[in-house]
């Protein structure tokens, strides 16, 4: 079965400054997506980055990107200069083609100090 | 401005009693999940359905929890009899099955059950 493991619990990040949380997963499929959601106190679910398994190039969107390395199943977020409003709950997913359902790691909680 | 409705945003009831969650997914789109958010389990598949028939529904305690389709526009989660423990905030998802594409979400149904 499919593991999604986010072995940090909480992170805290200067405004301004950078963070990265981590994230790995197990699977035995070699076709796959993987996914960073952001889950604010609204707790309305919101799509931060996607990337493709095969796909070299790391994804990125803005303030964010990822460092994928598919031999390691590692799949870590960086935000650079954080802001107040990246403080959120951010979720580590993963799933195989075909929009099938997602498999969600447990979470980090992410405070960004003023 | 598409997005997908769930409703209601809050529900308390008292144990024993029946709930029913409402979804209307985004316009178009075949494929919907039902989530369900808790502190120790995280977020977790409760069922999904393609074209409106449901193709899991393993992670749906099956005594007390059912899940429908009545028409394309409306997905329905119910619990008969509700239990303490089915407190959680239920999330409802929709998408298309292409390749490329992402599941949105709904704004979830936050349950207490006293």
């Known amino acids: 079965a499919q593991t999604v493991t986010q072995s940090q619990p909480e992170m805290s990040v200067q405004e301004a400054e950078t963070v990265t949380l981590s994230c790995t997963y197990d699977?035995?499929?070699?076709?796959?997506?993987l996914f960073w959601y952001k889950q604010p106190p609204s707790r309305q679910m919101i799509l931060v980055i996607r990337?493709?398994?095969?796909?070299?190039q790391n994804a990125t969107e803005n303030r964010f990107s990822v460092n994928f390395q598919k031999a390691a199943k590692s799949f870590s977020l960086k935000i650079s200069d954080s802001q107040l409003g990246d403080a959120a709950m951010y979720f580590c997913?993963?799933?195989?083609?075909?929009?099938?359902?997602?498999?969600f790691g447990k979470g980090t909680r992410l405070s960004v100090i003023a | 401005d598409a997005r997908v409705t769930q409703t209601p945003r809050h529900k308390v009831t008292e144990m024993g009693q029946e709930v029913t969650m409402r979804c209307q997914p985004i316009?178009?789109?075949?494929?919907v999940f039902w989530y369900r958010q808790t502190m120790m389990q995280g977020l977790e598949l409760l069922a999904y359905?393609?074209?409106?028939?449901?193709?899991?529904d393993s992670g749906m305690p099956k005594d007390r929890f059912s899940a429908e389709m009545p028409d394309a526009t409306l997905a329905t989660l119910k619990i008969q009899p509700s239990e303490p423990r089915d407190s959680a905030v239920y999330f409802c998802?929709?998408?298309?099955?292409?390749?490329?594409?992402?599941?949105?979400f709904g704004q979830g149904t936050r349950l207490t059950v006293v």
């Open positions: 997913a993963y799933r195989v083609r075909g929009n099938t359902p997602l498999v």
């Open positions: 998802a929709s998408g298309l099955v292409l390749p490329n594409t992402e599941a949105f």
């Open positions: 699977t035995s499929e070699s076709d796959y997506y």
């Open positions: 359905f393609r074209n409106r028939a449901p193709l899991d």
């Open positions: 990337q493709e398994a095969y796909k070299q």
């Open positions: 316009l178009g789109h075949n494929t």
